[in-house]
């Protein structure tokens, strides 16, 4: 049956496959999109930097199709975006195109933590997998030493008299690991002259506006002056301080030049996968950056990407974010969706990461998928809102029913959009054919890209568009902090900004409870922040975490080596 699986023997774990692929050196993998051996630094035999002048030598090429990869409403289950990422990918090769792939570099704070490993999964993995998952290039740490070399540079401008006035100080520092502890911190309390006691704190890594701005530099020059635009924070009389002013700027650009070359790696099936940047998707951009865009766009004929969470998050910026500052076009949009999510989504269920479905959850049900459905309809109603043409992605588990897949795609239909069905896990880019050829002809489509606000928009309208016209909210309501900020903000020259909105991804609302499509709800915007570096101003709803904690039993538990030296348990 569609989308059930025949498989009558255990499936390997995503780690066993992982471990005995059979990887295509780096440089036959780069040549098959035209990127030279000398535009490559290598990192041993399967990885490699693309150095910036390979922008230059393919710019003489036509655009690539333009493919953001996204879901409905996450649940605990997992939707598979990265996998059906590198099994769409895959499947593109397969009938002949010449895709590329360009994912986020995973944070090994969630590698630890609860996550595991975010490679894919099953025979759509990127590969070497331990490589991808456990420090990469570097890039993550080049980005958490820049980002605390200003914090150390803020602090000694402190200690050796303030001469900037420095009153309301915003830069923490940053380490890319969860640890609760450190959210809130006391300095400078030794005595042997520690410089000035006050209160801070770190995030993680992948929450730096350093991370962001590494992922939209279109250049060194842009990464340098994105750099010395940030503000470290205020004085008495609210004038913004500046990287720039405090000396650190240079210095960082220094750290970051290497970290801006992106990272080539393959797929399981030898698909070119640029990996590069990591901004979380609730609190920053959440997607993967502009310059591996701008050689991948030049290098295929499909650019696959993936954008954070769901069409609301990761998607809304890309369109709103990411193209605008590439100057790139979308020609299509792929939601990704399960069965057992919609049943989540539906109401009827209560499941946690981790834990083992509750077995009528895995009962055929095509009621339940169609209740769930409204969750799925109002991500295609986003997506066709920027003028893009949104494929469904099927990601098929063996314990679906063909009654369920064929209520997703009547719904898609209904609304006007594409559908297949994929079972990319169990099957490579086989199992991806069906979609391949349904992204393709989306991409043949006219597309009338349309933002959901001009960037001459206030502030404030900027933000309510975003609430009612992709979040589905009656409207905003602002604290006096968060007025307060967006009048000073547009005083100081900051109004024609793009806005994110950091809120939870587990719903469509601010508040993680309200599932399927919340509606009669008002967004409460809290405080509104500055990312002058990274270029826009971003409103905090509800409570965020910059800093997550291990849970009880975090993944890092069941991380080892075995006796041959293999690392198991990252999966």
């Known amino acids: 049956m569609e989308g059930v699986s025949t498989v009558e023997h255990p499936f390997p774990s995503d780690i066993e496959i992982a471990q005995s692929a059979e990887l295509a050196p780096i440089p036959d993998v780069a040549a098959t999109v035209g990127i030279a051996p000398e535009h490559l630094v290598p990192y041993g035999r399967h990885v490699a930097k693309v150095e910036l002048e390979a922008i230059d030598a393919l710019a003489h090429l036509p655009n690539a199709k333009y493919v953001v990869v996204t879901a409905i409403t996450p649940t605990p289950l997992g939707e598979g975006k990265t996998t059906t990422a590198v099994g769409l990918a895959q499947g593109l090769a397969k009938i002949g195109r010449k895709p590329v792939l360009a994912l986020r570099q995973p944070s090994l704070g969630p590698v630890f933590g609860v996550k595991g490993g975010a490679a894919g999964g099953g025979y759509s993995q990127i590969v070497p997998m331990e490589t991808l998952n456990l420090h990469l290039t570097g890039d993550f740490h080049a980005v958490t030493a820049a980002h605390n070399l200003l914090a150390a540079m803020v602090a000694n401008h402190l200690h050796f008299g303030n001469e900037l006035g420095l009153h ?56 340098r002056d994105r750099l010395g635009r940030i503000v470290v924070g205020f004085t008495k009389d609210r004038t913004p301080v500046t990287a720039e002013q405090i000396g650190a700027a240079g210095a960082m650009a220094v750290l970051l030049k290497d970290a801006l070359q992106p990272n080539l790696m393959q797929t399981l099936e030898h698909t070119p996968a640029f990996i590069h940047t990591g901004p979380f998707g609730n609190i920053a951009t959440g997607n993967s950056s502009i310059i591996a865009d701008r050689i991948g766009i030049k290098a295929g ?52 990461a981790g834990s083992p479905l509750p077995e009528e959850m895995l009962a055929e049900n095509p009621a339940d998928v169609e209740a769930g459905a409204v969750n799925l309809r109002k991500h295609i109603e986003i997506i066709r809102g920027f003028g893009v043409q ?36 169990r099957d490579g880019g086989d199992g991806a054919v069906e979609l391949a050829r349904t992204v393709v002809e989306a991409c043949g489509d006219e597309v009338h890209f349309t933002p959901t606000y001009e960037f001459s928009d206030p502030l404030e309208t900027k933000i309510e568009k975003i609430a009612t016209g992709v979040y589905g909210a009656s409207g905003i309501q602002l604290s006096p902090a968060a007025q307060k900020s967006l009048a000073m903000y547009t005083d100081q020259g900051y109004g024609d900004l793009p806005v994110l909105i950091a809120k939870t991804p587990m719903s469509l609302s601010h508040d993680a409870t309200l599932k399927g499509v919340p509606t009669g709800w008002t967004l409460p915007v809290r405080e509104v922040r500055l990312a002058a570096g990274a270029g826009y101003v971003y409103a905090i709803c509800g409570t965020m975490m910059t800093m997550p904690g291990l849970s009880k039993s975090p993944a890092a538990m069941r991380i080892d080596l075995d006796a041959a030296g293999n690392i198991v348990g990252l999966f």
């Open 390 to 425: 949104p494929v469904v992605a099927i990601n098929a588990f063996p314990t679906d029913f063909p009654s369920e897949h064929d209520v997703i795609r009547r719904v898609a239909e209904e609304m006007g959009a594409r559908v297949a069905v994929s079972t990319h896990v």
């Open 168 to 223: 309301e100080i915003q830069w923490r520092r940053v380490l890319d690991m969860n640890d609760r502890s450190l959210r809130n911190i006391i300095e400078g309390c030794g005595t042997l002259n520690d410089g000035v006691t006050r209160q801070t704190g770190f995030d993680i890594t992948a929450a730096s506006e350093v991370m962001v701005i590494l992922s939209l530099a279109t250049s060194l020059e842009d990464l």
């Open 301 to 352: 004929d499909i650019l696959l990407t993936e954008a954070g969470f769901a069409a609301d998050m990761g998607a809304e910026r890309f369109f709103n974010v990411k193209c605008r500052a590439a100057g790139l076009t979308p020609n299509a949009a792929v939601i990704v969706v399960t069965v057992r999510a919609l049943k989540s989504h539906s109401g009827r269920f209560r499941v946690k």
